[in-house]
C-alpha cells in the first residue's frame, strides 16, 4: 500500500537521529556517581594462577574494589553456561567443563579476565589493573585446530585426557565409505575455513546500577536483545529475580552474533554495582575485545562426494574438526551440527551422507556464532566439492548444479538432518546471476586481461540458508491517545532498520501512517515476555509476523467496535486503509481506538483498549538462496588480486524494504570477501595471538571492492504468511566460494588445484610459483 | 597511557634545552606512531615536547635543486603542494600514500624520519632522493642518518628541523600496502640523477636501505630490463604473518623495476 | 596536574581542565558530554572518531587534547544546520543506506565532507581509496561510497 508500504524502498527512521550524533550507545550513556572498571587480563595461554596479590593495586589512587575469581566463588555467583547436549555414538556424553566468570586456578587463553579493578576514573582503574601481580605457573599450550587432536597435544582439560569434545556422527560410514569406492567419479576437497574476529565497530562495554532499596539491577549493554541475557545473568549467575534485573540496549553497535552472548566483564560490571552501590561502567578497548570477544568460524574440513558420468552426485562424506576454544560458549559447539548440518547438502539433492563432527578444545577465546553461524561453512564445503565435481568431469561449473540442485518439485523436501525445504527456484536464480554478470561472454573479458599479463577468472556459487531459528517470538501494540502505534518488540535492531520495516508493516496493514508509528526494544522491561533477540536472519520473520498477528487482532476487535457505533453487524464490516466501513458509514481506527478507551462507546462486556499483545509461533524456519557470481583479476607477478565486477542474485522471498535488503547483501557480501581475502586469526605455537589488532589484522576496505550489482530472485516462503525469508546472513554464504571459485577458474590451467582462503597476495603468488615450477619440471 | 608532563615549546632552542634537560622526555610531532603507542602503555615518557607551535617548522618552498620540506610539515601538504607536484612529483606521491587521509593531516616528515619505523614511506624517500636531513646542530646525508629498526644518527638534545630533496632527473616510488595497516611492506624508491641512480627500499629490512647492485645496473642502462632479473636475498629481510621475507625480496625487484617502468 | 585547555566546538568557545594525557576524543565525549564521536579501535585504524580540526579531518583519538588549544574542532553533532536541516553529506548518507548500525557512521560523514571538500567530483575508485582509514563493519561501504560521490556533487554545485 501507497508509498510506505511492503517493497518500498522508504528511508530509514534511524538515520537521522545516528547521522547527527544522536545515537545512544552503551558508551554514550553516563550514569550518576558512576565510577569506572579495567579487567585484569591472562597474558599466557595456559598457566596455573598460583597467587594474585592486589594490595598495591588496592592502595592506589582512587581505588575503590579490586575483585578476582575468589570474590565471585565466596559471594556464590554462578557458572557460564553451554545447554548442548551431544553424545559419542559409544554413548559416552559429550565433555562439558565448567567455565568460572573469572577463574580460579588454572587460566586458559590468552585475554582471559583474571581480575577486575573498580576506581574512581577510566585512567585510575587502568593504572591500578597494571599493579596487579598475579604469579602463574605456565604450562604448554595448544592453539591450532590441525594439530590439537594430535597425540601428545597439550591438554586444555587434562582431566578429560584428550582435547576432543565428541565425536558426534550422522550416517553410516562404511556404507558411505563403499558408496564413494564405487562410484564413477570420486572427488575430494581438503578446506581451511579460516578463523575470523567479528569486529562489530562499537567495542564491547557495560553499564551498570543497582538500586538497593528495590534490590534492582540495571544493566546498559550493547546486545541482541536482552532477555535471554536478562534470564542468565538473574537465574544462572547473580541470583536474581528475573523481575530484578533489566537489560537496556539503546544502540548497538554491530552484532553479527556474537553480541548475543553473556560475557564475563558483563557479570562482573552487573556484579560490582550491586556489591559497591555505585554504578560501574567499562568500555573496552578494541586490543581487548580482540582476544575476549568471540572469535568465529575455524572449522576444518574434508569432504568427498561421488559422482555417476553424468555429473549427478549421489553419495557424500563430510569430516569436520572444529575449534571450539578453550570452553563451550553458548552455541560455539553446535554450528557444524544445528547451523550448517541441517542444511547440507545445502541446494543439492544427495541421498546418502556421512558426518562426522569432532570439536576440540584450544587454548584460545571460545568461537561462536558470526554471521552465517555455520552455514557459509557448509555452503562453503559444498560449493567447492560442485566446483571440484565439475573439474574431474570437464563439466561446466553451471551444469554440474543444474543436474543436482533439489528442485521446486521435489518440495517440499527433507534434508538428512532435518530441515523441510519449502521453496526456491534454483536453476532460474542462477540463470539471473549468469546473465546478469555476462557470464558467457566471460572469455573475450578473460582474453584481454590476458593482453595485459592479468590472469583473470569468473566464479560461481550457489547457496542456501536456514533462517529465522527458534520461530517463536511476542509482540505488542499500544495506541497513543495522539493516534500514535508503539510497538515493543522482543527482536532487536542493531542496525537492520527494524524500526523502518515494522512502520511499514503497520502502515500496510493498519493504515497508520508511517510517522506515526514509533518501535521501543532493547529494554527487557517493556519488550514482550516471550522474545528471543535478532539474529539468524529470524526477525523479517518472527517480527514481521509479529506485527501482523497483533494488527489482525485489532483489526478483529476494532470491527466490533466499529460496528457498534456504526450500528451494524461486525461481519458487514469491512477494514481497508486504516478505515473500518459499512455500506456509506465509516469509522477510522484513530477513531475505534479512542472510542475504545470510552465504555459508554464499546460493546458491552469489552474489555477497553485496542492494544493487543501476541506471541507469534512457527514450527518451520524459511530458506533464503541465492547465486553469486565473481569476476576478478589476478596479477601473477605479485599475487594481487583484485575484484572487478560482483553480482548477488537473492531469493530472500518477498522483500519488505529492498533498500534495506540490498544494504543486507552489499554488507553480507563484503564480510565474506573478508574471510576470503584478508581476514585470518593467527596464534602463535604458545597461544598468543599475532593478529591482535587492526595493524595486523586484515579489516576489509571500501577498496576492496567495484559496485556490486545486487538483483532479487522473489520467490515466497511457504513457511509464514509474509513470504520472507531471512536476508541477513546470504551474503557471507556466497562470497567466499564465489571467490574461491573464480580464482580457482583464473588459476586453474596454469596448475594450480588448491589455495586455501584467505587469498593473501603472497599465497596466490606462492600458489602460482609452485604451479609453475611444477611445470617447468 | 600514562600520564606526562606536557611542554609547548616555544622554538627549536627551547625544545633541543628541554630535550636535555628533562628526565625521560620525547618529542611530539603529529604524534601519529607516538600516541597509538603511549595508548597501548608500550612506552612512558616522562614528558612530551610538542613542536606544533613553532612557525618556521613549518611549509615547503623549492630552493634551487632542491625541495625544501620544514620538519613539522604534515603529508596532506606535501602531496597537495603544486610546487612539489611540479619539481618532485614522486615525492607528493609518496606522502599522498602513507595512510590515510586523516593521519596524513597530523603526520609529519619530521616525525616519521625521527622515527626510523622500518615500514615508514619517508626513509625511502629520503635516502632515494639523496636528501639531507637538517637539524638544529648539523646537516646530515640520509645515507647516514638511519641507522637501523627506530635507530637513527639523532643525537641528545638534537632536533630535526627539515629535510633537504635533491632534485632528481626523474623519479618514481612504488609501494606494497600492508594489508591491514596500510604501511609499506615494501616500497621503493627509484630515481636517476644525470648519469647517477638510486634505488632505495623501505619497509623489507630493519630500516630503510639502497641497492648497488640496481644501481649500478641502471647507471648503465636507465631501462626496466637492466634490473628485471636482479634478485634480492632474502636473507636480511623480515617477514611477518602476511608477508614472508621471501616475497618482500621478490616484490622489490618487482617494484622497482615497475618504479623504472612508470619513468621511461 | 590538570592543564586548562580552550578551543571552539561547533562554533562554540569551550574550556576545560585536563590531564595532559586527555586525548581530544575524551575531552569532546566525556568533559563536553558530546557523544556522537565515537572510538572503535586504539590503533589509529577505523576512523569512528574523525572530527574536523581547523577545517580538515583528524583522529580525534590520535590527538591530545592540549593539541587542540586554539583550534576549531567540528564534530557530527555540529554538521547540520541551526533548524536541523541535515548536511547535504548526512543527507546523502540518508538517501543511500550508508549506515547501518550507525557507529563508524560520524567518522564516515566527517571523513566524507573533507574528501568532497578537498577532492571535489573524485570518481568512485578515488573514494574508496580515501576511505582507508575508515572501516565499516555493516555497509560492505557500497551506500557510503555513492552517498559521498552524491554529496560531493550537491555540495560542489552549492559553491558555484
Given at each position: ?138 604450562l604448554p599450550a595448544i592453539a591450532s585446530t590441525a594439530h590439537a587432536l594430535d ?263 527433507k534434508t538428512h538432518l532435518g530441515f523441510t525445504l519449502d521453496s526456491g527456484d ?352 | ?264 | ?72 574542532i567540528t564534530t557530527i553533532e555540529g554538521l547540520a544546520g541551526p533548524d536541523g ?76
Amino acid at each position: 500500500m501507497g508509498e510506505f508500504g511492503i517493497g518500498q524502498p522508504v528511508r530509514r527512521k534511524e538515520d537521522v537521529r545516528l547521522l547527527t550524533g544522536g545515537g545512544e550507545f552503551t558508551d554514550d550513556i553516563n550514569l550518576e556517581a558512576q565510577v569506572y572498571a579495567a579487567f585484569v587480563r591472562s597474558p599466557h595461554a595456559n598457566a596455573k594462577i598460583s597467587a594474585i596479590d592486589t594490595l598495591a593495586a588496592r592502595s592506589m589512587d582512587g581505588v575503590i574494589a579490586v575483585y578476582t575469581g575468589q570474590d565471585l566463588v565466596d559471594a556464590g555467583v554462578g557458572l557460564l553456561i553451554n545447554d548442548a547436549n551431544y553424545t559419542n555414538r559409544n554413548g559416552k556424553p559429550m565433555h562439558k567443563p565448567t567455565r568460572q566468570v573469572m577463574p580460579v586456578a588454572q587460566t586458559r587463553f590468552v585475554g582471559e579476565v583474571l581480575a577486575m579493578v573498580v576506581a574512581e576514573t577510566p585512567a585510575q582503574a587502568r593504572d591500578a589493573a597494571e599493579a596487579v601481580e598475579i604469579d602463574y605457573d605456565v604450562l604448554p599450550a595448544i592453539a591450532s585446530t590441525a594439530h590439537a587432536l594430535d597425540e601428545g597435544a597439550p591438554l586444555v582439560w587434562p582431566e578429560h585426557g584428550e582435547n576432543l569434545v565428541v565425536h558426534w556422527e550422522y550416517g553410516d560410514k562404511d556404507d558411505v565409505e563403499a558408496k564413494l569406492a564405487a562410484a564413477h567419479t570420486r572427488v575430494r576437497v581438503d578446506l581451511v575455513n579460516n578463523r575470523l574476529i567479528v569486529s562489530p565497530m562499537e567495542p564491547r562495554s557495560a553499564s551498570a546500577e543497582y538500586d538497593a532499596a528495590s534490590g534492582s539491577l540495571t544493566v546498559y549493554t550493547p546486545s541482541q536483545g536482552g532477555r535471554r541475557l536478562q534470564m542468565m545473568l538473574a537465574r544462572g549467575l547473580l541470583k536474581m529475580a528475573p523481575e530484578k534485573v533489566r537489560i537496556i540496549s539503546r544502540d548497538t553497535g554491530g552484532g553479527f552474533g556474537i553480541r548475543s552472548k553473556m560475557y564475563p566483564e558483563t557479570v562482573m560490571v552487573a556484579f560490582a554495582a550491586r556489591a559497591l552501590g555505585r554504578p560501574v561502567k567499562w568500555r573496552g578497548d578494541r586490543s581487548e575485545t580482540f582476544v575476549s570477544d568471540y572469535h568465529g568460524r575455524d572449522q576444518i574440513n574434508v569432504a568427498e562426494m561421488g559422482l555417476d558420468a553424468s555429473g549427478r552426485a549421489s553419495v557424500l562424506k563430510v569430516e569436520t574438526l572444529l575449534n571450539v576454544g578453550a570452553y563451550l560458549s553458548e552455541n560455539g559447539v553446535r554450528l557444524p551440527m544445528e547451523g550448517g548440518g541441517r542444511i547440507i547438502p545445502c541446494m543439492y539433492d544427495i541421498p546418502d551422507f556421512y558426518f562426522s563432527v569432532k570439536p576440540m578444545f584450544t587454548n584460545t577465546i571460545c568461537t561462536d556464532t558470526y554471521r552465517g553461524a555455520g552455514r557459509p561453512e557448509a555452503n562453503f564445503i559444498m560449493e567447492r566439492l560442485m566446483d571440484a565435481g565439475a573439474k574431474a568431469l570437464g563439466m561446466s561449473r553451471e551444469d554440474i548444479r543444474r543436474r543436482n540442485f533439489i528442485t521446486e518439485a521435489q518440495m517440499p523436501y527433507k534434508t538428512h538432518l532435518g530441515f523441510t525445504l519449502d521453496s526456491g527456484d534454483f536453476d532460474g536464480t542462477m540463470q539471473m546471476a549468469l546473465d546478469a554478470a555476462d557470464w558467457t561472454g566471460f572469455e573475450a573479458r578473460r582474453a584481454e586481461s590476458a593482453s595485459r599479463g592479468k590472469l583473470r577468472g569468473v566464479g560461481l556459487a550457489t547457496f542456501i540458508e536456514g533462517a529465522g531459528s527458534r520461530p517463536v517470538e511476542g509482540m505488542r501494540m499500544r495506541f497513543e491517545e495522539n493516534g500514535d502505534v508503539t510497538l515493543f518488540a522482543g527482536t532487536y535492531s542493531h542496525g537492520q532498520g527494524h524500526e523502518t520495516v515494522y512502520a511499514q508493516l503497520v502502515n500496510e496493514f493498519l493504515g497508520v501512517d508511517f510517522d506515526k508509528v514509533h518501535l521501543i526494544d532493547g529494554d527487557t522491561a517493556t519488550s514482550p515476555e516471550t522474545s528471543n533477540g535478532t539474529f539468524g536472519s529470524r526477525s523479517s520473520m518472527v517480527g514481521g509476523m509479529g506485527v501482523k498477528r497483533a494488527s489482525e487482532a485489532v483489526i478483529a476487535k476494532g470491527r466490533k467496535i466499529a460496528a457498534h457505533l456504526l450500528q451494524t453487524e461486525a461481519e458487514r464490516v469491512v477494514f481497508e486503509n486504516g478505515v473500518f466501513r459499512a455500506q456509506s458509514s465509516s469509522v477510522t481506527l484513530a477513531e475505534v481506538a479512542t472510542a475504545s478507551r470510552d465504555a459508554s462507546k464499546m460493546p458491552e462486556g469489552m474489555a477497553l483498549g485496542l492494544d493487543e499483545s501476541v506471541v507469534f509461533e512457527n514450527d518451520v524456519e524459511n530458506f533464503p538462496n541465492g547465486a553469486h557470481v565473481c569476476e576478478l583479476e589476478i596479477d601473477p607477478e605479485t599475487g594481487i588480486l583484485e575484484i572487478l565486477n560482483y553480482v548477488a542474485v537473492d531469493d530472500c522471498g518477498v522483500i519488505l524494504n529492498p533498500f534495506i535488503v540490498h544494504g543486507q547483501v552489499y554488507g553480507g557480501v563484503m564480510q565474506g570477501v573478508g574471510q576470503a581475502l584478508t581476514e585470518n586469526v593467527v596464534y602463535d605455537a604458545s597461544g598468543q595471538l599475532l593478529s591482535a589488532s587492526y595493524m595486523d589484522y586484515g579489516m576489509p576496505r571500501a577498496a576492496h571492492m567495484p559496485m556490486m550489482e545486487a538483483l532479487f530472485n522473489v520467490v515466497p516462503a511457504k513457511t509464514n504468511e509474509l513470504g520472507v525469508k531471512g536476508a541477513g546472513e546470504a551474503g557471507a554464504c556466497g562470497a567466499p566460494p564465489a571467490i574461491l571459485s573464480a580464482v580457482g577458474d583464473a588459476l586453474s590451467h596454469i596448475g594450480v588445484s588448491h589455495i586455501d582462503m584467505p587469498l593473501t597476495p603472497e599465497k596466490v603468488w606462492r600458489a602460482i610459483q609452485e604451479a609453475s615450477a611444477v611445470k617447468a619440471a | 597511557m600514562h600520564n606526562f608532563n606536557y611542554h609547548r615549546a616555544a622554538d627549536v632552542a627551547d625544545a633541543s634545552g628541554k630535550l636535555t634537560s628533562l628526565e625521560d622526555p620525547k618529542i611530539l610531532a603529529g604524534g601519529m606512531t607516538l600516541l597509538p603507542t603511549l595508548k597501548n602503555r608500550l612506552a612512558a615518557p616522562s614528558d612530551l615536547i610538542d613542536l606544533a607551535a613553532i612557525a618556521d617548522l613549518k611549509g615547503v618552498s623549492v630552493e634551487g635543486d632542491e625541495v625544501v620540506v620544514r620538519a613539522m610539515t604534515p603529508h596532506a601538504v606535501v602531496a597537495a603542494s603544486a610546487e612539489v607536484q611540479k619539481a618532485l612529483p614522486a615525492l607528493a606521491q609518496l606522502a599522498g600514500n602513507i595512510g590515510d587521509p586523516a593521519v596524513r593531516h597530523r603526520g609529519t616528515i619530521g616525525g616519521s624520519v625521527a622515527n626510523s619505523d622500518p615500514a615508514a614511506d619517508y626513509p625511502a624517500g629520503c635516502v632515494g632522493l639523496d636528501a639531507t636531513i637538517v637539524t638544529n646542530k648539523r646537516k646530515i646525508a640520509a645515507d647516514d642518518f638511519f641507522l637501523g629498526l627506530f635507530e637513527t644518527a639523532l643525537e641528545e638534545g638534537e632536533v630535526i628541523t627539515s629535510v633537504r630533496f635533491k632534485i632528481p632527473t626523474r623519479a618514481h616510488y612504488m609501494k606494497f600496502r600492508h594489508p591491514a595497516s596500510g604501511y609499506a611492506v615494501v616500497g621503493v624508491m627509484v630515481a636517476q640523477y644525470g648519469s647517477k641512480a638510486r634505488v632505495a627500499v623501505t619497509g623489507a629490512g630493519p630500516c630503510v636501505f639502497r641497492l648497488s647492485e640496481m644501481e649500478a645496473a641502471l647507471e648503465k642502462s636507465f631501462a626496466p630490463s637492466s634490473i628485471a632479473n636482479i634478485k634480492v636475498s632474502a636473507e636480511q629481510l623480515m617477514g611477518d604473518i602476511h608477508c614472508s621475507a621471501e616475497y618482500r625480496a621478490h616484490l622489490i625487484t618487482v617494484y622497482a623495476r615497475r618504479a623504472v617502468e612508470a619513468m621511461v | 596536574m590538570d592543564i586548562e585547555v580552550k578551543m571552539t566546538v561547533n562554533g562554540k568557545a569551550v574550556s576545560g581542565k585536563v590531564e595532559a594525557r586527555t586525548l581530544l576524543v575524551q575531552f569532546i565525549r566525556e568533559h563536553l558530554r558530546m557523544t556522537g564521536t565515537h572510538v572503535g579501535c586504539d590503533t589509529t585504524q577505523c576512523g569512528c572518531c574523525v572530527v574536523h580540526v581547523d577545517g580538515v579531518a583528524m583522529k580525534s583519538c590520535t590527538m591530545l587534547a592540549v593539541q587542540a588549544e586554539g583550534k576549531a574542532i567540528t564534530t557530527i553533532e555540529g554538521l547540520a544546520g541551526p533548524d536541523g536541516e541535515l548536511h547535504p553529506m548526512q543527507q546523502a548518507f540518508r538517501d543511500h543506506h550508508g549506515l547501518q548500525c550507525g557507529f563508524c557512521t560520524p567518522g564516515m560523514v566527517m571523513m566524507g565532507v573533507d574528501i568532497a571538500n578537498r577532492l571535489p567530483g573524485a570518481d568512485e575508485k578515488t573514494v574508496r581509496h580515501q576511505l582507508e582509514g575508515n572501516i565499516c563493519r555493516c555497509t560492505g561501504y557500497q551506500g557510503i561510497v555513492e552517498a559521498i560521490m552524491d554529496a560531493s556533487a550537491v555540495m560542489n554545485a552549492a559553491r558555484s
